[in-house]
């Protein structure tokens, strides 16, 4: 044997996994599966990733078009009533009782709301600590967890405290909701997506309104059902997913 082939010999003993490396015309497909896994998994975080440019579900119709939620940077209480007199009006709507967790939400939400005309922003933060620790009281006492960037309508009424998280882009005029009642997103890759709930609708316990959906007025969501679409006005929805079983379309006024 050459020395020639000696060498080689005792390369390939010492390195066996380089032996194959040396022949340029017979290169392993190994040597490409990493570069292969690394496309796949760049893939798969395209995929996973919703703000990967290339992302499919960054690309999803109708989800771009979304108006942006509320900042939480100016009072978006009803502007057709003071402070004083809408806090009289939903102590009204709550039995004249200061007692109800309900009410304390929705008082506080007025308050959190009402503090953001206060200008400027550092004679405004002693209310801003107070609001926040009376939030954290009313969501651990009360079960109750209502934003104040939520544009909330006159006359709510929440009924049966306990397992309630209100995120909503708005809840309209004489809304009632029920305990163990979730409005926010469908999933986290569509943070921006939450319901509407219009004038005089009304909520049965354990709902979920999942999802950009509206629920149109003066409609009904049965215990326990999951909104996932469009409820029309006048309609009534139960089941998982939701669905319209009755509408209860107003009688016509003749002039």
């Known amino acids: 044997m ?26 392993p497909s190994t040597l490409h599966e990493p570069l292969m896994r690394d496309s796949n998994t760049m893939t798969q975080a395209q995929a996973i990733d919703p703000s990967h440019p290339t992302s499919p579900r960054q690309n999803k119709p109708g989800l771009e078009m979304l108006p942006a939620l509320n900042h939480g940077d100016k009072n978006l209480n009803p502007l057709d009533i003071g402070f004083l007199a ?32 206060i200008r400027p922003k550092l004679l405004r933060a002693p209310f801003s600590l107070t609001y926040r620790i009376l939030f954290w009281l009313v969501e651990l006492v009360g079960g109750i967890h209502l934003p104040y960037t939520v544009r909330l309508g006159r006359r709510v009424r929440i009924w049966h405290h306990g397992g309630i998280v209100l995120h909503a882009r708005s809840i309209g005029d004489d809304v009632h909701i029920r305990h163990n009642t979730t409005f926010g997103i469908a999933s986290r890759c569509q943070l921006k997506a939450i319901p509407t709930i219009e004038q005089r609708v009304d909520i049965g316990c354990g709902a979920c309104v999942l999802g950009n959906v509206t629920v149109g007025h003066d409609s009904h ?33 003749e002039p």
């Open 221 to 253: 969501i049965g215990a326990n059902a999951v909104v996932v679409a469009d409820i029309p006005p006048y309609s009534t929805a139960v089941g998982v997913p939701a669905r319209v079983i009755k509408r209860s379309l107003p009688e016509q006024i």
């Open 86 to 117: 809408l806090l009289r009006e939903d102590l009204h709507t709550y039995d004249q009782n200061p007692f109800d967790p309900g009410f304390w939400a929705v008082a506080l939400h007025r308050y959190g709301n009402w503090r953001m005309a």
């Open 2 to 27: 050459t020395d020639s082939g000696r060498a080689a010999l005792l390369f390939t003993a010492t390195y066996p996994g380089l032996s194959r490396v040396t022949r340029p015309d017979d290169t």
